[in-house]
């Protein structure tokens, strides 16, 4: 049998690349085997995704039905009335600021001036 491989002596550059390269090759083989072992369970849904999908299908559906019942409430009880008054409060909440900012704009004049705006 020859052990001539076996006897003691200076490894060269080349021996230490290819068995860096070995290890490489080794590892990558490994990790390949494994995501191949993997893959079987990635692929395979599970009934807790299954379940979430259909929970967010029946939100959505619920979603819908609750704005086409809040646009019937709005149809059905907002009545000539309700918007009329709702029309006043706004107007009445528009004299307001303005008045206030007239007010605001008459003492600022005052005070850069020193008299009363005309």
Do not use: C, H
Request: glycine letters at 6%; zero cysteines; proline letters at 4%.
């Amino acid at each position: 049998m020859d052990t001539s491989f076996l006897s003691p002596g200076p490894i060269t550059w080349v021996q230490v690349f290819a068995f860096a390269f070995f290890l490489v090759t080794l590892l990558k083989g490994f990790d390949w085997i494994v995501g191949k072992m993997r893959a079987g369970t990635k692929d395979a849904v599970s009934p807790l995704t299954i379940d979430m999908a259909a929970a967010k299908i029946e939100i959505r559906q619920l979603d819908e039905k609750l704005n086409a019942f809040k646009i019937e409430i709005a149809r059905t009880y907002v009545t000539g009335d309700v918007i009329t008054r709702l029309e006043r409060r706004i107007d009445d909440l528009v004299s307001s600021v303005r008045d206030e900012m007239k007010e605001t704009r008459d003492i600022m004049l005052k005070a850069l001036t020193g008299r009363p705006p005309s």
